[in-house]
């Protein structure tokens, strides 16, 4: 299909371009500076006259916004170039689909929401469709996202605020997959999507799992009372409140929960797990096959595993088609020791243990072609003297015993600690 996208060089405009691309399909970017070389670009300003829609466009999706704009003159402006918009698709015969905001309401708080419900009304009635994404995360630290993202990497403190909001997050991928479901049907009409997951979640839970899963760093959770927030924006001024992220915030703060299970039902998409979204990769499978690896050298080594090691592993599953890990235990992964639970034939010819046998034999075969593994296995390290060996041995012999008697006595909890790992899932 042939897709004119406005605002595609922006954080979900870009995502969107390149997903579509992927699929075969021929994008136009009508942006005010020329886009990447893959894309035909359609020059378009929004408080410039609407492009003419290129001959055979099969839709026309609204992405351009003024983020910054407050004033009543700005809004009125964006929505003069959406009903312009609208009339260049009506033209040409292709579909509409406006991506609008969580806050779209006619009586919301910010000017920004105001003027998303108005340009809504007039979508609707030309029969095109509305997508509203809850709070957009993942892929580059673009938009509200990468506000928060900066904020969480400067300070030793994550605001809390209370009272609480709750946002729907929904990965800026997704998101994309889901427009391009949109565009790709012709069944939808007149419609508004509510996009974000089904489950609101604390808006400082949300930001407990960037500095976990995104800037991997401890940060110290701080209550921060809403009114004093208020305080600061009438102490700035708009205009620096605007500058310094405030209004960003404060869009949260009276954010309407949105009814979005159906929405992604009929679109067919199943939103990934923050968890696995906020990794660079989007979906963090393999830093789960990384923290698998670690697990199972370390038991067979008997020490920390090299990085190469680790990475290896990962490389071998992922070239048989295996992408997911089937350890995901925090007992496992803090005392690999553990292991010698599951390491014996009643559990690992089992159906369920069948899996990690496997995936033990592919770490026993990276660990003993390496180095590490040639100093633990054949023993290429220092000689000692007799005693010592004598000694060591006994040692040795002694905590085989202890752990062939401990391995018997913890059978019975042994398969309920693989099948949690199995039966693991993403709060």
């Not at 910054?68 to 809004?75: I, P, Y």
């Not at 096959?289 to 592993?313: C, F, G, I, N």
Request: one cysteine or more; aromatic letters at 6%; proline letters at 7%.
């Amino acid at each position: 299909m042939k897709l004119v996208v406005t605002g595609a060089t922006g954080y979900i405009g870009q995502r969107l371009s390149a997903l579509a691309a992927a699929r075969g399909h021929e994008v136009i970017c009508a942006t005010r500076q020329p886009c990447p070389t893959p894309y035909a670009w359609l020059p378009y300003d929004l408080r410039g006259p609407a492009p003419e829609c290129p001959v055979g466009t099969q839709a026309l999706i609204h992405l351009a916004a003024d983020t910054a704009g407050t004033a009543h003159s700005g809004a009125d402006d964006e929505v003069r170039a959406a009903q312009a918009l609208l009339r260049c698709a009506e033209q040409g015969s292709a579909k509409f689909i406006f991506i609008s905001s969580q806050t779209a309401e006619a009586t919301a708080t910010g000017a920004y929401g105001r003027t998303k419900w108005r340009i809504e009304q007039h979508v609707l009635a030309a029969f095109g469709t509305v997508i509203r994404p809850g709070q957009v995360y993942g892929g580059p630290e673009r938009g509200l996202f990468g506000l928060l993202c900066r904020l969480v990497r400067r300070s030793p403190f994550i605001p809390i605020l209370m009272p609480a909001p709750c946002v729907q997050p929904i990965h800026v991928d997704d998101l994309a997959a889901a427009i391009l479901a949109v565009v790709e049907r012709d069944d939808i009409h007149a419609e508004i999507f509510n996009l974000g997951a089904a489950q609101p979640i604390a808006f400082g839970h949300f930001m407990v799992s960037i500095a976990t899963h995104r800037v991997r760093a401890a940060r110290l959770p701080i209550p921060v009372p809403v009114a004093l927030l208020r305080l600061m924006r009438r102490s700035v001024g708009l205009s620096l409140s605007t500058k310094l992220g405030l209004e960003r915030i404060f869009s949260l703060i009276h954010l309407p929960p949105m009814d979005s299970e159906r929405s992604l039902q009929k679109l067919g998409i199943q939103l990934r797990v923050l968890a696995h979204g906020l990794h660079r990769s989007g979906h963090g499978q393999r830093r789960g096959l990384l923290q698998e690896a670690a697990v199972l050298l370390h038991y067979l080594l008997k020490r920390p595993p090299q990085r190469s090691l680790v990475s290896r592993y990962a490389r071998a599953l992922e070239r048989a088609g295996k992408t997911r890990p089937v350890i995901h235990s925090r007992l496992l992964m803090g005392w690999p020791i553990l292991l010698t639970l599951l390491d014996n034939p009643g559990v690992l010819r089992k159906p369920d243990g069948q899996e990690l046998a496997w995936r033990l034999q592919v770490a026993l075969g990276i660990a003993e072609a390496s180095p590490q593994g040639a100093q633990v296995f054949l023993g290429v390290q220092q000689s000692r003297s007799p005693v010592a060996t004598l000694v060591a041995l006994g040692l040795s012999a002694v905590k085989a015993l202890a752990w062939k008697t401990v391995a018997l006595l913890g059978r019975p909890v042994a398969r309920r600690l693989l099948l949690g790992s199995e039966t693991h899932r993403e709060a």
